[in-house]
């Protein structure tokens, strides 16, 4: 089998990286947030790393982002149905390495 045509391996692509999973985590927990919120709660992520990721799991259709106003604008992140399917593997990951993690 070709790596490629793998299916596990186009399952994980959107988890590639350090922060799809905490922002999907983060999400989890607190429900919809806006940028700075995330940003915020995500400690040493730099906001290009940040917009990267939301913008790679949006792309994913893992999180929905909704613009709610232009002036000033403000958007809001919330997880798709997609993103609420990974939220089990992701728990069972975590029990794997002994302990659960918090994300504030």
Known sequence: ??????PLTNALKPLKGKWGPLII???SINGNSGYNEIYNSMENITPK???NALHMLC???IIHKD???NKPVRVI???TDKGKAMLAPLDAIET???K?????
């Open 1 to 6: 089998m070709r790596i490629n045509d793998c």
């Open 25 to 27: 985590k983060y999400l």
């Open 49 to 51: 790393a940040l917009t």
């Open 59 to 61: 792309n994913y259709s």
């Open 67 to 69: 613009i709610v106003s």
């Open 77 to 79: 992140y919330s997880l």
């Open 96 to 98: 794997l390495n002994g």
């Open 100 to 104: 659960k993690g918090n994300v504030k």
